[in-house]
């Protein structure tokens, strides 16, 4: 055993390399994994806390890894490897009736780009890399060579193998290129993905790449803990300037099932410094831009877009009709009076989000059928925070641009959208843990309370 102290010591946790070990949690390198890389223990300071831990995994190794100890990263511990990331997603390779050991299929790759494959089922067209998946109920220790991957393959498996590996040697027709091998460790399916090529003297060899699921379940991992419940939300959005482009994306990535979009305007190239839209947008609908990107990031929201500006009451009731929620990010305020009362005649929960005093100030309200007061009384309400108009402020123009600039800060367009999407899956899930308005100072104006960063409560949030 060997141990090497790494850049950042004490404040990272030493490697220690053992020749031939081959179990779970080591690499190609001989590294054995004895923490993780976030562990902020630092018990490896103390020769006594490095046998401690030795002790530990190798009572693990003998019994078996628990569940949370397993890392679903085989691939570093083939050598050699490449930084090329293979998308894939198992389910779609899963027969009707479920893996089983000895199993196996076709799948084929479409090299994207050098450092991304897109794996795939079944045969591919001309062009794609023709590759194999094979099924195994345990294996022991992820392969770490060439030769222990075909170790690991049930007879039939292998056969099938080496015949696609003499055509790889061979380069010809056909020639295997991808093989994917799959494994049940504890709760979860493990894999491994490694491309052949030919080599100069004859024969094959191998390198692992990364593999990426693509799978829903594996996206929404990183959704949040309300992903499931928000699934079956129906949002409209009105609004997909600056701020509703920010929230609607955050509000889909957050898990909500459906999103309508509603807005007219073009995306305009100073436009894109604060959206979600990015150059290759220019000239595009900002409804369309948003779906577009919105469907890039969360493929589990249905997305609708309408252009439109409606300020006719009917056609504003026909758009929330049967939603769960409505959505103004207009910063329009002729409109949001409007909408508030057509959502109180609809019995429809509203959320309004607007910027004002250049971006000084963030604002988010609610209205609630028969809980809040609706917003469009609010003005004359001496509960709720008055903000005062800038008299001083020069318009910005732009050329081109029918309505002044305002120049609030990305910083402030950011904030006030995420703040907006907290209240809104607040009130999607019933919560109530937000009052009905909230207001956000991020640069103190010189007129109380606005004179001092930080969040602004009304003091009651009775209807």
């Known amino acids: 055993m060997r141990l090497r102290l790494r850049e950042g010591w004490p404040f990272r946790h030493p490697y220690l390399l053992v020749n031939g070990l081959a179990t779970e949690h080591t690499n190609a390198e001989g590294v054995v994994c004895l923490w993780r890389e976030d562990d902020t223990s630092r018990a490896w300071i103390r020769l006594e806390g490095l046998y401690d831990r030795l002790a530990q995994w190798c009572e693990k190794a003998r019994n078996g890894f628990a569940p949370e100890d397993l890392a679903l990263d085989a691939y570093l511990g083939f050598e050699p490897r490449e930084p090329t990331l293979a998308t894939l997603d198992l389910n779609s390779l899963r027969p009707t009736l479920g893996f089983s050991d000895g ?23 001309d062009g794609s890399l023709a590759g194999r ?25 292998r ?9 790889c040697a061979s380069d010809g027709n056909n020639a295997l290129r991808l093989c994917l091998l799959i494994w049940r460790r504890s709760r979860h399916l493990d894999a491994l993905v490694i491309r052949l090529n030919p080599k100069p003297g004859g024969g094959v060899e191998a390198t692992s790449l990364q593999p990426a699921p ?20 129906r949002v409209v959005l009105f609004g997909c300037g600056a701020v509703g ?16 979009l509603v807005d007219n305007d073009v995306l305009r190239p100073g436009n894109v410094v604060r959206h979600t839209g990015g150059r290759e947008c220019y000239g595009f609908r900002k409804a369309h831009v948003l779906k577009h990107i919105v469907e890039q990031h969360a493929p589990w929201t249905s997305v609708e877009a309408t252009v439109d500006a409606p300020f006719d009451p009917g056609k504003i009731a026909r758009l929330i009709e049967n939603t769960d929620m409505v959505f103004d990010a207009s910063g329009n305020a002729p409109f949001i009076e409007l909408v508030s009362r057509v959502t109180e005649d609809e019995r429809s929960r509203l959320i309004s989000v607007a910027l004002y005093r250049g971006g000084a100030i963030g604002r988010v309200r609610r209205q609630i059928p028969g809980v809040d007061r609706s917003i469009y009384l609010r003005a ?4 709720y925070f008055f903000i005062p108009s800038d008299e001083k402020a020069d318009a910005t123009l732009e050329i081109g641009c029918s309505a002044p600039v305002n120049n609030a800060p990305p910083t402030a367009v950011v904030a006030v959208a995420a703040l907006a999407a907290h209240v809104t899956i607040d009130t999607l899930l019933d919560l109530r843990l937000y009052p009905d308005e909230v207001v956000e100072v991020y640069r103190p104006l010189d007129r109380p309370p606005f004179n001092r960063m930080g969040r602004l409560l009304p003091e009651t949030s009775s209807a």
């Open 245 to 260: 482009s920010h929230a609607g994306l955050v509000l889909a990535e957050s898990g909500i099932g459906s999103l309508h």
């Open 380 to 383: 004359e309400d001496s509960r």
């Open 159 to 167: 056969r099938n193998f080496e015949r696609g590996a003499q055509r």
């Open 103 to 125: 199993q196996d299929g076709a799948v084929h790759g479409v090299q994207r780009h050098p450092l991304l494959v897109d794996l795939r089922p079944g045969a591919g067209p």
């Open 214 to 233: 693509i799978d829903e379940d594996t996206l929404l991992l990183r959704a949040g803990p309300d992903a499931r419940q928000l699934r079956g939300k």
């Open 133 to 157: 998946w094979y099924y195994r109920e345990r294996v022991s220790a992820p392969p770490r060579t060439l030769d222990e991957f075909r170790s690991v393959l049930a007879a039939g498996q």
